[in-house]
C-alpha cells in the first residue's frame, strides 16, 4: 500500500492553542497536499507544497515539508471551534498518473 | 470557481438494487475524474480514474463490473452501484482535475452517502 501515516490519528486541544499533524509518506512525489473534512462532508483543499518547496503559509496555516524525510507537517495556529475536523495529507506521487494517495488522517477537536 | 457537486447527496436501497451516482463539475472542464469509497473513521480509498471518452481505470481489488463508470463529457462522470449489498454501504466521494491545469489539483464532490438494506 502506498498510503501515508498521519500521527496524532487524533488531537484535541483548547481554543486559542496551536494543532500540529504530522504526515508520512513513502515514495517520490510531485507536491503534497492537505485536506479538511467536516464530519459526513466533503473535502475542502487546504493548501499544495510542491517537492522543491518546504515551507508554505497561507492564513492561520503553516506547511513543512521535508522530502529527505518523506515527511509534512500541517500547523494551525490559533485554533477555533470551526477548526474541529478531520485533516488528510494526499501525495502526488511521481510515476503514478496524477492519482492522489491519502494519508489515514488526524481528527483534530478544538474545544471552546 | 472549481465547483463540483454529487448527487444524490445520500441513497437507501434495498439489497440487489443498482444505484447510479452522478459527479458534476459546474465550472469548469474536467477531462479526469476519480472516484473514492470512505469507510467509517477511514481515509479515503481511490476505486477508479474516469477519464472522459474512454475507460476507466479501476485500482487493483475494485470490481470493474460492479462498481461501472461513465466519463461521457468535460463535465459529468457517473458511478453505478450494480446488485448492491450491504457492504458496499459507504460514503463515495468524486473529485475532479481541471483540464489544462499544471499540476494536479483536485476538486471534491460533497459525497453520497450509500446505505444498502
Known amino acids: 500500500s502506498q498510503q501515508g501515516e498521519e500521527d496524532p490519528q487524533a488531537l484535541s486541544i483548547q481554543e486559542g492553542e496551536n494543532a500540529t499533524m504530522n504526515c508520512s509518506y513513502k515514495?517520490?512525489?510531485?507536491?503534497l497536499q492537505w485536506y479538511r473534512q467536516n464530519s459526513g462532508r466533503g473535502l475542502v483543499h487546504l493548501i499544495l507544497?510542491?517537492?522543491?518547496?518546504r515551507e508554505k503559509h497561507s492564513g492561520r496555516l503553516r506547511v513543512t515539508l521535508d522530502t529527505s524525510k518523506k515527511s509534512s507537517s500541517l500547523l494551525i495556529t490559533a485554533s477555533r471551534a470551526a477548526d474541529t475536523a478531520s485533516y488528510f495529507c494526499?501525495?502526488?506521487?511521481?510515476?503514478?498518473?496524477?492519482?492522489?494517495?491519502f494519508g489515514a488522517g488526524t481528527i483534530l477537536r478544538v474545544k471552546s | 470557481g472549481a465547483v463540483v457537486s454529487q448527487h444524490p447527496s445520500w441513497v437507501i436501497c434495498k439489497s440487489g438494487t443498482s444505484v447510479k451516482i452522478e459527479c458534476r463539475s459546474l465550472?469548469?472542464?474536467?477531462?479526469?475524474m476519480f472516484w473514492y469509497r470512505q469507510f467509517p473513521k477511514q481515509s479515503l480509498m481511490l476505486m477508479a480514474t474516469?477519464?472522459?471518452?474512454?475507460?476507466?481505470?479501476?485500482e487493483q481489488g475494485v470490481e470493474k463490473d460492479k462498481f461501472l463508470i461513465n466519463h461521457a463529457s468535460l463535465t459529468l462522470s457517473t458511478l453505478t452501484v450494480t446488485s448492491a449489498h450491504p457492504e458496499d454501504s459507504s460514503f463515495y466521494i468524486c473529485?475532479?482535475?481541471?483540464?489544462?491545469?499544471?499540476?494536479?489539483?483536485?476538486?471534491f464532490g460533497p459525497g453520497t452517502r450509500l446505505t444498502v438494506l
Open positions: 507544497i510542491r517537492s522543491n518547496e
Open positions: 474516469s477519464n472522459e471518452g474512454s475507460k476507466a481505470t479501476y
Open positions: 465550472d469548469f472542464q474536467a477531462t479526469t
Open positions: 473529485s475532479a482535475r481541471p483540464a489544462g491545469l499544471g499540476y494536479n489539483e483536485q476538486f
Open positions: 494526499a501525495t502526488d506521487a511521481i510515476g503514478y498518473g496524477n492519482k492522489l494517495v
Open positions: 515514495t517520490s512525489i510531485n507536491n
